[in-house]
T-cell receptor, first 109, second 117 residues
């Protein structure tokens, strides 16, 4: 499975959009991009996933570039409860996830 | 549904002792996973199972053994604990989405905090 690169930390003002980038330049054609987050010491929580097209659900939007070498997770209106570590994962089969160190997002009041 | 539960929540071991961590899920999921998370690090996959009676190695399998005798349970064993195994252990499960792919969502337990002195 392809490895990912994320900035170690980001800040975002409450109520503003949080845009979290992820680089996965070695992604192969059938690998999906998954986003999870981990709040404090809890188990990770699924956010969204995609293959080629942009995706949106009640939590976030996922924008994947046309060449699929990078993606951006967008939290449209960040709240204090969105403060967490966000992990971008690329996987072919969905049963072997490499979480990396993720991006620590701090939402500032 | 209780989801994914882990037993125990906390444990302190002395070097050389053995123990078994229990993971149970009531969602009838085919896939189950064991991860470890060290301070400031992301989760790393230890072992996983794609069905009852099957297990496979993940990224960091050394020093651990696993068993999946029942579909709902996934056991992680440490035969001779070492200080390097001090970590938080997470169990997760997911269902079979298609013949070659697990579901996109893994459901995680609350974790077991293990300290080896």
């Amino acid at each position: 499975d392809a490895k990912t690169t994320q900035p170690p930390s980001m800040d975002c003002a409450e109520g503003r959009a949080a845009n979290l980038p992820c680089n996965h330049s070695t992604i192969s054609g059938n690998e999906y991009v998954y986003w999870y987050r981990q709040i404090h010491s809890q188990g990770p929580q699924y956010i969204i996933h995609g293959l080629k097209n942009n995706e949106t659900n009640e939590m976030a939007s996922l924008i994947i570039t046309e060449d699929r070498k990078s993606s951006t997770l967008i939290l449209p209106h960040a709240t204090l409860r969105d403060t967490a570590v966000y992990y971008c994962i690329v996987s072919l089969t969905g049963n072997q996830f490499y979480f990396g160190t993720g991006t620590s997002l701090t939402v500032i009041p | 549904n209780a989801g994914v539960t882990q037993t125990p929540k906390f444990r302190v071991l002395k070097t050389g002792q053995s123990m078994t961590l229990l993971c149970a899920q009531d969602m009838n999921h085919e896939y189950m996973y064991w991860y470890r998370q060290d301070p400031g690090m992301g989760l790393r996959l230890i072992h996983y199972s794609v069905g009852e009676g099957t297990t496979a190695k993940g990224e960091v399998p050394d020093g651990y053994n696993v068993s999946r005798l029942k579909k709902q349970n996934f056991l992680l064993g440490l035969e001779s604990a070492a200080p390097s195994q001090t970590s938080v252990y997470f169990c997760a499960s997911s269902y079979l989405q298609s013949w070659d792919r697990a579901s996109y969502e893994q459901y995680f337990g609350p974790g077991t905090r293990l300290t080896v002195t």
